[in-house]
């Protein structure tokens, strides 16, 4: 049996023992692609619990109600919209929004929003591991322009750009189908994806001259070699590799699967790599930014502790190693999904889709091998809202310190980090019906 994502957030070790279940973690298995499940025991199509879907109430008795802390629909709340220096700053904002039957680009530069309708959707289907989840857009910043894929109410996964003041044409990326939201990055000019397909495999494909491929390469490598797992890897470009990490799969135990890293470096794939105890919730994708060059660590994951649902944080040393797994805050607690950037003055932000329903977040400071986390607090200060699925974070722009967005009623907001403020949240401009929402910045 599996716990409600939905328990009161500091009741969950409690229910757990009022049950009687004990948790028992046995290593995960290495085998090949006959049937034999790579990375963690078992999984099967509906995650293991035989078809059924966690509960959907809310601590709060909030059903995901409306909204009533930001500005109205023409997205600004004060005069330049944004940060310190909106009017004359040239960095450029983008997010992209939607739900089941449309998508949005909204674009913020010189102080103002402006939002287009795109031709596709932003699937509100959730994975069949992850019911709690809606899919989330995927976008990344390509020098001047943005890359976005989303996957669609068909699981097919269609990618628009925004260049020259315009977004293009919807793209399907070759004949690919997704069970989960994409992860996307760049690297070296190109923006690479990662993509959880029906069969549980991941793939790869590479955005370059304007064109994505056919979205096939088998990451890890071909047949057996190729890695496989219950949602989605999580990318991040670091010096001249991509860096990903996933959580491994034991849907017959409770979703006890490990923390997994892999690489990508001179156009192939090494094998995964496990990371040692406490495991990954197998339903909430981990979260990964790089940091800056020089220091100690190059990179910093954050994932959900399958016991506790605490989060934990691990970095990358230069000998491509792992530092032992670290709990962010005991308060720090998440079933579903983690969105986390580093920011100009080299901090984390890191933002998280509580038990409630609601947008949390926490700052990490990087100091060598460590990282000390700011006490998690609401995003939108007084009223939170419930929202329809988890929270994302970019780097700021124009004076900010990092973006983060959220739908909730229908609306997608942005709100900006000042020092360790939230700014009061803009509802972005003509957005309706947006389950989910993401940006990227420039």
């Known amino acids: 049996m599996r716990s409600s994502r939905l328990l009161p957030r500091l009741s969950f ?3 757990l023992s009022s049950l009687g279940l004990g948790l028992v973690f046995a290593p ?8 034999q499940k790579q990375f963690g025991p078992s999984f099967d199509l509906d995650g293991g619990n035989g078809g059924q879907t966690d509960a959907t109430s809310s601590t709060d008795g909030s059903g995901g109600g409306t909204d009533d802390s930001g500005p109205g629909t023409d997205g600004g709340g004060s005069a330049d919209g944004g940060g310190k220096d909106a009017g004359s700053c040239t960095n450029v904002l983008a997010v992209v929004s939607g739900g089941t039957t449309s998508a949005f680009g909204s674009i913020y530069t010189q102080g103002a929003w402006k939002t287009t309708s795109l031709a596709t959707n932003v699937s509100g289907n959730p994975g069949a591991d992850n019911p709690a989840g809606q899919s989330v857009p995927a976008v990344t910043s390509l020098g001047t322009s943005f890359v976005a894929a989303m996957r669609t109410s068909t699981n097919a996964v269609t990618s628009v750009t925004w260049s020259a003041g315009a977004w293009s044409s919807v793209a399907t990326i070759g004949a690919v189908v997704a069970r989960d939201t994409p992860s996307i990055t760049t690297l070296s000019g190109k923006a690479h994806l990662v993509l959880q397909g029906t069969d549980y495999k991941f793939y790869h494909g590479t955005y370059t001259g304007g064109a994505w491929d056919v979205a096939t390469d088998p990451v890890g490598g071909a047949a057996a070699l190729q890695s496989f797992g219950p949602t989605t890897p999580q990318i991040v470009g670091v010096g001249t590799e991509i860096v990903g990490v996933f959580s491994g799969d034991s849907s017959t135990d409770g979703g006890t699967g490990g923390l997994y890293d892999i690489r990508y470096s001179g156009a192939a794939w090494t094998p995964p790599t496990s990371h040692p105890a406490p495991l990954s919730y197998f339903r909430a994708n981990p979260a990964i930014t790089a940091l800056a060059a020089g220091g100690a660590m190059d990179l910093v994951a954050v994932y959900v502790d399958t016991a506790t649902r605490q989060l934990q944080w691990t970095g990358r040393l230069a000998n491509k190693s792992f530092t032992a797994p670290a709990t962010v805050s005991v308060t720090a607690l ?49 009223t939170n809202p419930a929202t329809t699925s988890p929270p994302s974070v970019t ?46 910045s420039h």
């Open 28 to 35: 995960t298995a290495c085998g090949t692609d006959n049937g």
């Open 13 to 15: 070790l409690a229910f």
């Open 334 to 382: 998440s079933d579903v999904g983690l969105s986390m950037t580093t920011m100009a003055n080299g901090k984390l932000a890191l933002v998280f889709w509580g038990q409630d329903q609601k947008s949390y977040f926490s700052l990490g400071t990087v100091s060598g091998q460590l990282v000390t986390w700011t006490t998690p607090a609401a995003l939108v200060s007084g």
């Open 395 to 440: 780097t700021g722009v124009c004076g900010d310190d990092a973006v983060a967005t959220y739908a909730t009623a229908g609306n997608a907001y942005a709100t900006r980090l000042r020092g360790a403020s939230w700014t009061t949240p803009e509802a972005l401009p003509m957005v309706t019906n947006a389950q989910s929402a993401a940006a990227a």
